[in-house]
């Protein structure tokens, strides 16, 4: 879920920067996004929020 939340605000972010006249401004925000999303969707299916991995099933 939070890796989900984090991608949809990476990609606000990614229009906001294409409307703007200075779009380098956002790249850290949109990396540091992408990784946040990337260690939530890690963390999901290592058994992360209290699940079993790799089942999905709640312990």
Known sequence: ???????????AVQVVSGLDARPDRYVTVIVALLAASAVAFAAESWGGAGRCAPSGRRC
């Not at 879920?1 to 990609?11: C, F, I, R, Y």
């Open 1 to 11: 879920m939070l890796g989900a939340l984090s991608l949809l605000a990476m990609t």
